[in-house]
């Protein structure tokens, strides 16, 4: 019932639909969490996986359809910047999707009153920012303190570690694109959810700070994210070729050629959002 909500063809019409479309799945997800699992003493030690899970299951007939409807408009008379216009828009449609996944979640990390669904994330966030007291940081942060978090390494040296743990994720997202095809979703839904406990964590779990929090990650979150989306659409493009078994024929040539355009480009964007995260974000914050 729920993937009837939006379909390809509407999304791509109207993007802008897909970011309510994203909150819902986000809040649902994050209420079933809350409400189903955090009685339970085992899973509850997991239900920021399972938040993203479910977030992952409510998504995923439309990120296949549209991954797929996408593969259908290759046609071996247009050209690569044609094609890239054309693909455009299904790269809108996720980033809504997105969008609304990372409000929602930063909306109900400063809402609830435990941050149980969000462990797994606050976890992440630690190791990234301060795995010499990671630990202490967990706990820090699981209790919703109102301590500043510790800043990182700066200029050439933090562009070129951001970068290439970005870099990282590029990889992964199209590997996974390529084998699982809207698998693809699970990297990205984490993503935000890592996403929105550092908002949260900014934000001093002040709900009238949220804006700002918002403001700060996605000045660069946004380039980012688009890439991570571009270059899934790509190797889920080459994902549903094959299934359509049509590995050897111009038509998959054709989609390999404009997936590598869109991998390209991808890193190209990756790249710009690791300089305005390394050198603009720190001006405006």
């Not at 978090?149 to 870099?167: D, E, H, K, P, Y």
Request: hydrophobic letters at 55%.
């Amino acid at each position: 019932m729920l993937e009837m909500l939006i379909n390809p063809w509407k999304a791509e019409r109207h993007p802008w639909e897909l970011f309510f479309i994203g909150a819902f799945y986000a809040s649902l997800s994050i209420l079933l969490s809350e409400w189903v699992f955090s009685q339970d003493a085992v899973l509850s030690k997991y239900a920021g996986v399972l938040v993203v899970t479910f977030t992952v299951m409510f998504s995923m007939p439309f990120i296949y359809y549209t991954i797929k409807l996408e593969e259908k408009r290759i046609l071996p008379m247009r050209g690569a910047w044609a094609l890239l216009k054309e693909h455009r828009r299904a790269v809108y449609a996720f980033m809504f999707l997105f969008l609304g996944f990372v409000v929602a979640f930063s909306f109900w990390y400063v809402a609830l009153s435990s941050t149980q669904s969000f462990r797994a994330q606050i976890e992440t966030y630690c190791q990234i920012n301060r795995p010499s007291s990671f630990n202490d940081c967990v706990q820090q942060y699981g209790l919703k303190s109102s301590a500043a978090s510790t800043g990182a390494v700066t200029g050439t040296a933090r562009l070129f570690l951001i970068f290439t743990n970005n870099l990282y994720v590029s990889i992964f997202t199209l590997v996974f694109s390529l084998i699982f095809g809207a698998g693809v979703i699970f990297i990205l839904a984490w993503n935000a959810s890592v996403i929105a406990a550092a908002i949260g964590i900014f934000t001093k779990s002040d709900l009238s700070a949220l804006p700002l929090g918002l403001a700060r990650y996605m000045i660069h979150g946004i380039p980012e994210i688009a890439s991570y989306f571009t270059i899934a659409l790509a190797g889920g493009m080459v994902s549903v070729a094959v299934i359509r078994h049509e590995a050897g024929t111009e038509k998959f040539w054709q989609v390999l050629q404009d997936a590598l355009n869109l991998v390209i480009l991808g890193i190209i964007i990756l790249f710009l959002a690791a300089l305005i995260e390394v050198f603009i974000t720190p001006m405006l914050f």
